[in-house]
């Protein structure tokens, strides 16, 4: 848990950083509901739609931190990986407690703000088991956002320069997995790629839980192919991680 302290103070060592980035993703909200409100000028209702849209996926993004992928790839590159399996502790893991603790503070900092900001198109007619389920749906996203980063992280012993691939991965992400627009209102050819991809259990699905857009059969399903997901890219950190692992034995550390 200490390094999940540690992480949490330092983002806040930087108050001139802290007060911009609070700022700046207050705004880039305001400036989505804007543009959708323009687009949609002629229909009420779907103005509503992607106001709720635009805000829960922002507050959503906030449990996605993207550091774990650099953390874990420096470390590995600066030799610090060999020093690491000595420890106590995995890298995984302290990689990861390292991220609950930017998450925690990104709440506070962002999320906190954002929810007073827009507490009026926040608050909607939802039931509480709609509200644990798409709770629940985001956990499991955080759990596929950390193994897919973190198998990017071990191979920068491959790619040694990982930024492109995370900026790649990042936008995505993004746009593949409904964090700016809504895979119901993508072409066809786009969505059903998306759905194919486990990008949509970050953003789509729980947003669609929370908006009521989808029924209790098929948010089971998801669940269950969330689950396979998540078996699937644990089986492949594993196989990385061993792939690293022996190729630093084999180096001499």
């Known amino acids: 848990m200490s390094f999940l302290k540690i992480s949490f103070k330092n983002?806040?060592?930087?108050?001139?950083?802290?007060?911009?980035?609070?700022?700046?993703?207050?705004?880039?909200?305001?400036?989505?509901i804007m543009l959708w409100g323009y687009l949609y000028r002629n229909n009420d209702g779907m103005v509503a739609y992607m106001?709720?849209?635009?805000?829960?996926?922002?507050?959503?993004?906030?449990?996605?931190?993207?550091?774990?992928?650099?953390r874990i790839g420096d470390r590995i590159l600066n030799g610090q990986f060999a020093l690491?399996?000595?420890?106590?502790?995995?890298?995984?893991?302290?990689?990861?407690?390292?991220?609950?603790g930017e998450?925690?503070?990104?709440?506070?900092?962002?999320?906190?703000?954002?929810?007073?900001?827009?507490?009026?198109?926040?608050?909607?007619?939802?039931?509480?088991?709609?509200i644990l389920l798409s709770v629940l749906a985001v956990v499991?996203?955080?759990?596929?956002?950390?193994?897919?980063y973190s198998i990017l992280g071990f191979l920068a012993i491959t790619l040694f320069?990982?930024?492109?691939f995370q900026r790649f991965l990042d936008d995505t992400i993004r746009f593949l997995g409904g964090g700016v627009i809504p895979l119901t209102i993508m072409p066809d050819l786009v969505s059903n790629i998306?759905?194919?991809?486990?990008f949509q259990y970050l953003y789509s699905f729980p947003l669609q839980i929370l908006l009521n857009k989808l029924?209790?059969?098929?948010?089971?399903?998801?669940?269950?192919?969330?689950?396979?997901?998540?078996?699937?890219?644990?089986?492949?950190?594993?196989?990385?991680?061993?792939?690293?692992?022996?190729?630093?034995?084999?180096?001499g550390g």
């Open 11 to 32: 983002a806040f060592e930087y108050r001139w950083s802290v007060f911009f980035s609070t700022i700046s993703s207050v705004f880039s909200i305001w400036i989505m």
């Open 84 to 100: 690491d399996l000595l420890k106590p502790i995995q890298i995984f893991v302290m990689s990861w407690l390292l991220e609950l």
């Open 140 to 148: 499991s996203g955080h759990i596929i956002f950390v193994l897919l």
């Open 51 to 70: 106001t709720h849209y635009t805000i829960v996926a922002n507050l959503i993004s906030l449990f996605y931190c993207r550091g774990i992928a650099k």
């Open 215 to 251: 029924d209790a059969h098929t948010i089971m399903n998801y669940f269950i192919i969330e689950g396979v997901w998540i078996g699937a890219l644990v089986i492949g950190i594993m196989i990385v991680y061993k792939a690293v692992l022996r190729k630093v034995v084999i180096q």
């Open 194 to 198: 998306a759905y194919f991809l486990p």
């Open 103 to 130: 998450v925690l503070a990104a709440v506070i900092v962002r999320g906190i703000p954002i929810c007073i900001v827009y507490l009026n198109y926040i608050v909607w007619d939802v039931n509480l088991i709609h």
């Open 161 to 164: 320069d990982i930024w492109p």
